[in-house]
């Protein structure tokens, strides 16, 4: 299902992950992973649009940022 995105979809989700990051007080990438123990690499691979993120990992990112995963994901508010 996640293979369906276009990379301009991939990289609007990579925006607002990267938004909610920096809105949750969380000023670099390294502090948001390292305070929540996910993996660098894949967690940097999501925020700057190189992967895509699937629904389990939006909901948990929705979690830790305060937003909601179809947010992180699809936009929708």
Not at 27 to 32: I, N
Not at 62 to 75: C, I
Request: proline fraction near 1%; hydrophobic fraction near 45%; charged fraction near 25%.
């Amino acid at each position: 299902m996640y293979d369906d995105f276009t990379h301009e979809e991939i990289m609007f989700a990579a925006k607002r992950l990267r938004k909610a990051r920096v809105n949750a007080g969380f000023v670099t990438p390294a502090a948001a992973f390292l305070r929540f123990g996910w993996d660098s690499m894949t967690y940097l691979q999501h925020e700057d649009g190189f992967r895509m993120f699937d629904a389990e990992t939006a909901y948990k990112y929705g979690n830790a940022f305060n937003v909601s995963r179809d947010w992180l994901l699809l936009g929708k508010e």
